[in-house]
C-alpha cells in the first residue's frame, strides 16, 4: 500500500482521539471542529505537491532545545553530542524557527514533533509554535518544568500536546531518570486530567522494562489516568555500554504483537510504534519519507538517531533539505532494509553506508 495512505490512517487515528476526548466541552469542540478541516487541508497540500512529483512528509521533528535538566541513562541526544552546555549559544533562535514554522504550514506538514534536550527550557519556542494552529506540535518532554504558565498554555492552545516521557512503573523511571521524577510525572498527569488536556506518554522500551509496558494493566491504568496517546519507541543503542538494553528480535516481535492486540483491545487510545510500524509502510520513514530530523543547531539530519548532515535549516529551506542527493540516497538505504525484511532501525543497521556517504561528500 501507498506510504501516503499509510500516514493519512495514522493521522486520522490521532485526530479521531483527540475527538474523542474533547467531545465534552463546548469550547473544546468548538477547538476541534476548526482544527480537523485544517488537517484536511494540509493533506490536500500535500497532495497536490506528490501530484507534481514532489513528496511532502506529514511529519517534522525539531529538537528546539541542546540543554536538559536531567541525565538519563542512554540518551541518544546526549551520546550523540548535540545536548550539551557548551552548545546554547549555537542553538537557533526564534527568527530561524519561525521561518522554519511558516515554511512548513506552506507544504503541508501537519505535525512537527518538538523535541530536544528538553524542549520546555526554550519557552519562547513553545510558545511561538502555539500561534500556528494549523499543526499539531507534540512536546516531547521529561515533564519536570511543566508549571502553571505551560498548564495555562496547554488549555489555551490545543494544538501544543505535551508528551510525557516515561519507562513503565515508578521504580523503572526513577532508576533511568533520576530518584523521584515519577512522582513529578505523576502530579503533572494528574493536573492535566482536571483540566481535560489531552497528553500522551512516549515509552522507550528496553529489555528492562517491556513485559511491564506491554501489559494490559499498565496501559488501561495510563488512560485512566487521561493519556490519549502512546508512543513505544525502541531503544537504539547510541551510548556504549548500553547494548544490554536492546530488545532481542524475539522481544521485537512480542512488543508488536501486543502493540496490536491492545490496538484492537483499546480503541480510544493512539498507539505508535517506532520503528516497529514502519514495516507497515515499506521501511525507513527517515530522511523525508516520512519524517526527517532538525537538531538545535538547524542540522538537517536523516533521523534523531542518526544524526548525519550536510545542510543546515539556517540557511536552507526544507524543500532544498527533502530534494538533497544525500537524503534521497538515505532513503534508497531504507527501501533497500524494508525490501530484505530486516526489521528494526535500518539506519542504525547501515551506520557504515550512511558514515561513508558523509566522507565522500
Given at each position: 500500500?501507498?506510504?501516503?495512505?499509510?500516514?493519512?490512517?495514522?493521522?486520522?487515528?490521532?485526530?479521531?482521539t483527540?475527538?474523542?476526548?474533547?467531545?465534552?466541552?463546548?469550547?473544546?469542540?468548538?477547538?476541534?471542529?476548526?482544527?480537523?478541516?485544517?488537517?484536511?487541508?494540509?493533506?490536500?497540500?500535500?497532495?497536490?505537491?506528490?501530484?507534481?512529483?514532489?513528496?511532502?512528509?506529514?511529519?517534522?521533528?525539531?529538537s528546539?532545545?541542546s540543554?536538559?535538566?536531567?541525565?538519563c541513562?542512554?540518551?541518544?541526544?546526549?551520546?550523540?553530542?548535540?545536548?550539551?552546555t557548551?552548545?546554547?549559544?549555537?542553538?537557533?533562535?526564534?527568527?530561524?524557527?519561525?521561518?522554519?514554522?511558516?515554511?512548513?504550514?506552506d507544504?503541508?506538514?501537519?505535525?512537527?514533533?518538538?523535541?530536544?534536550?528538553?524542549?520546555?527550557?526554550?519557552?519562547?519556542?513553545?510558545?511561538?509554535?502555539?500561534?500556528?494552529?494549523?499543526?499539531?506540535?507534540?512536546?516531547?518532554?521529561?515533564?519536570?518544568?511543566?508549571?502553571?504558565?505551560?498548564?495555562?498554555?496547554?488549555?489555551q492552545?490545543?494544538?501544543?500536546?505535551?508528551?510525557?516521557?516515561?519507562?513503565?512503573?515508578?521504580?523503572?523511571?526513577?532508576?533511568?531518570?533520576?530518584?523521584?521524577?515519577s512522582?513529578?510525572?505523576?502530579?503533572?498527569m494528574?493536573?492535566?486530567?482536571?483540566?481535560?488536556?489531552?497528553?500522551?506518554?512516549?515509552?522507550?522500551?528496553?529489555?528492562?522494562n517491556?513485559?511491564?509496558?506491554?501489559?494490559?494493566?499498565?496501559?488501561?491504568?495510563?488512560?485512566?489516568?487521561g493519556?490519549?496517546?502512546?508512543?513505544?519507541?525502541?531503544?537504539?543503542?547510541?551510548?556504549?555500554?548500553?547494548?544490554?538494553?536492546?530488545?532481542?528480535?524475539?522481544d521485537?516481535?512480542?512488543?508488536?504483537?501486543?502493540?496490536?492486540?491492545?490496538?484492537?483491545?483499546?480503541?480510544?487510545?493512539?498507539?505508535?510504534?517506532?520503528?516497529?510500524?514502519?514495516?507497515?509502510?515499506?521501511?525507513?520513514?527517515?530522511?523525508?519519507?516520512?519524517?526527517?530530523h532538525?537538531?538545535?543547531?538547524?542540522?538537517?539530519?536523516?533521523?534523531?538517531?542518526?544524526?548525519?548532515?550536510?545542510?543546515?535549516?539556517?540557511?536552507?529551506?526544507?524543500?532544498?533539505?527533502?530534494?538533497?542527493?544525500?537524503?534521497?540516497?538515505?532513503?534508497?538505504?531504507?527501501?533497500?532494509?524494508?525490501?530484505?525484511?530486516?526489521?528494526?532501525?535500518?539506519?542504525?543497521?547501515h551506520?557504515?553506508?550512511?558514515?561513508?556517504?558523509?566522507?565522500?561528500?
Open positions: 500500500m501507498d506510504i501516503n495512505v499509510h500516514m493519512e490512517r495514522g493521522i486520522a487515528t490521532i485526530l479521531q483527540a475527538a474523542r476526548f474533547y467531545l465534552k466541552d463546548k469550547n473544546e469542540r468548538r477547538f476541534i471542529t476548526k482544527f480537523i478541516p485544517t488537517m484536511q487541508a494540509s493533506a490536500k497540500i500535500r497532495n497536490d505537491y506528490e501530484q507534481a512529483g514532489v513528496h511532502i512528509p506529514p511529519f517534522l521533528i525539531a528546539v532545545a540543554q536538559c535538566n536531567l541525565y541513562t542512554g540518551c541518544y541526544a546526549r551520546a550523540g553530542g548535540i545536548c550539551d557548551t552548545m546554547a549559544k549555537m542553538e537557533m533562535n526564534t527568527e530561524n524557527w519561525n521561518r522554519i514554522f511558516c515554511e512548513a504550514a507544504l503541508g506538514i501537519s505535525f512537527i514533533l518538538l523535541a530536544g534536550g528538553e524542549p520546555l527550557l526554550r519557552r519562547e519556542i513553545v510558545e511561538l509554535a502555539s500561534n500556528f494552529t494549523n499543526i499539531a506540535f507534540p512536546v516531547f518532554t521529561n515533564g519536570t518544568l511543566i508549571d502553571a504558565e505551560y498548564i495555562n498554555l496547554f488549555d492552545r490545543r494544538n501544543i500536546i505535551p508528551v510525557l516521557s516515561s519507562e513503565g512503573n515508578s521504580k523503572e523511571t526513577d532508576l533511568r531518570r533520576g530518584l523521584g521524577i512522582t513529578k510525572i505523576e502530579k503533572v494528574e493536573e492535566l486530567r482536571q483540566r481535560n488536556i489531552l497528553f500522551g506518554t512516549s515509552i522507550t522500551v528496553t529489555k528492562n517491556l513485559d511491564t509496558v506491554i501489559s494490559r494493566e499498565y496501559v488501561s491504568t495510563l488512560q485512566q489516568k493519556c490519549g496517546i502512546l508512543f513505544y519507541v525502541e531503544y537504539v543503542p547510541v551510548e556504549k555500554g548500553t547494548e544490554n538494553l536492546v530488545l532481542s528480535k524475539n521485537a516481535v512480542m512488543l508488536d504483537e501486543n502493540i496490536h492486540k491492545l490496538k484492537c483491545d483499546l480503541k480510544n487510545m493512539s498507539l505508535i510504534s517506532f520503528p516497529g510500524d514502519e514495516k507497515y509502510m515499506g521501511g525507513c520513514l527517515a530522511a523525508g519519507r516520512g519524517f526527517f532538525i537538531n538545535p543547531l538547524g542540522n538537517a539530519e536523516p533521523c534523531p538517531f542518526s544524526p548525519y548532515s550536510e545542510l543546515n535549516l539556517k540557511t536552507t529551506s526544507i524543500i532544498e533539505v527533502l530534494q538533497s542527493p544525500f537524503f534521497e540516497k538515505i532513503r534508497l538505504i531504507g527501501k533497500h532494509e524494508a525490501e530484505n525484511k530486516q526489521g528494526g532501525c535500518a539506519l542504525l543497521q551506520k557504515w553506508e550512511v558514515e561513508k556517504l558523509i566522507e565522500v561528500r
